[in-house]
Structures are given as C-alpha cells and as structure tokens.
C-alpha cells in the first residue's frame, strides 16, 4: 500500500506497517492506495521453529479508531489499484501510476 500526505505533495510511501496506514486513513489530508494490508498488526509474537520455520501471531486484537476490526481481514484503502502480472511484463506498476495521479492533483 502506498500512503501520501495531501500537504507535502511529494511524499509516496511504500507502507507494510498496518498501524501507520490505520493511522493514515483517519487523517483528511492523508490518501492510501493500492490493495488491502493483510491483516497481521504491527505487534507480533514470533515463535521460532528452526530450519526456517516459525509461526507469527498477533498479541493483541487491532482496531480503527471508529471500531472496525481490521485483525485477519485488513484494512481497505481509500482508492483500491489492482496489480497483474501483464501489468509488471509490460513494464508498468499500476500502484506507482496511481500515486503519481494523486501527487499531482492540484
């Protein structure tokens, strides 16, 4: 997901931190694109297995400030980009070409 601040017109963000775009999505200046976080939470537990292996739980349910629990589902972005593989052959990146629409609005 890509998060841009209305105000600082040149800032794109490639976010994997779900509390940061939770945090982003309630600001009026503040836009998210692309698809749907994951839904894992930015407090895990990690349990190392070996080998390779571990499992990565989250130690605490993961909210919106308005009560949507977003803990296995997600969070939505304001604007939804779809990527496909055509896209990525053909040489384009749909997510940096929707950024780049919302950077340049006036």
């Given at each position: ?44 537990l990690v ?39 055509p896209d ?19």
């Amino acid at each position: 997901m890509i998060a841009a601040l209305g105000s600082v017109r040149g800032l794109i963000i490639d976010v994997r931190d779900e509390d940061f775009v939770c945090m982003m999505r309630v600001l009026p200046q503040g836009a998210t694109l692309g698809d749907t976080t994951i839904g894992n939470g930015s407090n895990l537990l990690v349990i190392e297995y070996g080998n390779g292996y571990s499992l990565r739980v989250p130690q605490s349910p993961r909210a919106t400030p308005d009560g949507f629990v977003y803990q296995y589902v997600g969070l939505p972005p304001r604007i939804a980009v779809r990527w496909a593989a055509p896209d990525s052959a053909g040489g384009r990146d749909p997510f940096l070409d929707a950024a780049l629409i919302q950077v340049r609005r006036p």
